[in-house]
């Protein structure tokens, strides 16, 4: 049997990977692997020279692990395209988040905000420095740590209202998702893979990656709340 393909991702991509590199599995006979943790670890890792054969991450990620040199950028392929969504404890009330006023007006509402240290997390740092109110909610907000899912500290009752990607919500008990961040301030985060330098299987981690980024794939993207990126290379 082929050695076994590796790889690592964020915690966003952490289901549909699972699902498409097991479908993957059946159809080539190979082994595949993926490693999902916090966005930075997974960055890190691979940084640091970790052997892995392929990284799926957010697309900022794959920019600087390309300029260290950590990943070929011509195997470099877009998976998935991925908004931010809101969650509140199952059967809570749900909150007016339909506009960016009412958004800004639930925040300033809301007993205790939450969000990760991904791209999500960043992004609404921002929006909340935007609309000045980074100061007044500064004692209400709860990053959940690395590899946390933030839904996770909603269904605890730790957090009152917590942001996240719609994929890293979605499945999680305890939790309602209520929506979207409304337009005009929504992100999308697009999540790509390449092949690692320090893969010594580059034609099988280049299969794999061509894989995930085909037309086989999306429905497996959609079900999990992510958007087909198409496939186009960066």
Do not use: N
Not at 222 to 230: F, Y
């Amino acid at each position: 049997m082929s050695e076994q393909i590796t790889g690592i991702s964020s915690m966003a991509t952490r289901q549909v990977l699972a699902e498409l590199v097991e479908e993957y599995g059946r159809i080539s006979g190979r082994r595949v692997a993926i490693e999902s943790v916090g966005g930075v670890a997974a960055a890190r890792r691979v940084q640091e020279g970790e052997p892995f054969d392929i990284v799926v991450l957010a697309a900022d990620a794959l920019d600087r692990l390309a300029a260290a040199g950590r990943i070929d950028p011509a195997s470099r392929i877009e998976l998935v395209r991925s908004g931010v969504a809101i969650a509140v404890a199952a059967g809570a009330p749900r909150p007016e988040i339909g506009t960016e006023a009412a958004l800004r007006d639930t925040i300033l509402a809301a007993r205790s905000i939450g969000y990760s240290t991904g791209p999500s997390g960043s992004h609404l740092g921002r929006l909340f420095e935007r609309w000045g109110i980074a100061e007044t909610i500064a004692p209400r907000i709860v990053q959940a740590p690395p590899g946390i899912p933030v839904g996770a500290l909603v269904a605890r009752g730790e957090v009152e209202l917590g942001f996240q990607q719609l994929s890293e919500l979605m499945h999680l008990p305890g939790i309602d998702v209520i929506g979207s961040l409304p337009p005009g301030i929504q992100v999308i985060t697009v999540f790509s893979a390449a092949v690692c330098k320090a893969s010594d299987q580059h034609a099988a981690a280049g299969e794999l990656i061509s894989f995930l980024a085909s037309p086989q794939a999306d429905s497996v993207k959609l079900r999990h709340g992510m958007e087909p990126a198409g496939g186009d290379s960066r």
